[in-house]
């Protein structure tokens, strides 16, 4: 089993910044590709950024694209996101999620592991 869980939501006003992380149970968690995804009310589940299990590609949401970076510690212990310029849109609960079998992938089905998400609230 591997446990992962996010920290760093809150409340911020448009324009503004805020960093999630994601601490895995696992030692081993540079060799999981991890995706970030988020939910709003009333919504589906989006995709927002993945990191490949090498921490040597990425891929973001057309949303999202230079505005948030997703990043590996130099231990290979934690996945953060830094969220730039911040919009009202992006208010969601904010989720990690890892898996092994594959280098990278942004399906959230092809996820098994997940954490229980951070509240990212946006203001106007």
């Known amino acids: 089993q591997v446990q992962l869980v996010e920290s760093g939501g809150g409340l911020v006003q448009a324009g503004g910044s805020l960093r999630l992380s994601c601490a895995a149970s696992?030692?081993?968690?540079?060799?999981?590709?991890v995706g970030w995804f988020r939910q709003a009310p009333g919504k589906d589940r989006d995709f927002v950024a993945a990191?490949?299990?090498?921490?040597?590609?990425?891929y973001y949401a057309d949303s999202v694209k230079g505005r948030f970076t997703i990043s590996r510690d130099s231990a290979g212990n934690t996945v953060y996101l830094e969220m730039n310029s911040l919009k009202p849109e992006d208010t969601a609960v904010y989720y990690c999620?890892?898996?092994?079998?594959?280098?990278?992938?942004?399906?959230?089905?092809?996820?098994?592991?997940w954490g229980r998400g951070t509240q990212v609230t946006v203001s106007s």
């Open positions: 999620a890892a898996d092994s079998r594959w280098a990278l992938t942004t399906s959230q089905y092809n996820y098994n592991y």
């Open positions: 696992v030692r081993t968690f540079s060799s999981y590709a």
């Open positions: 990191i490949s299990r090498s921490g040597g590609n990425s």
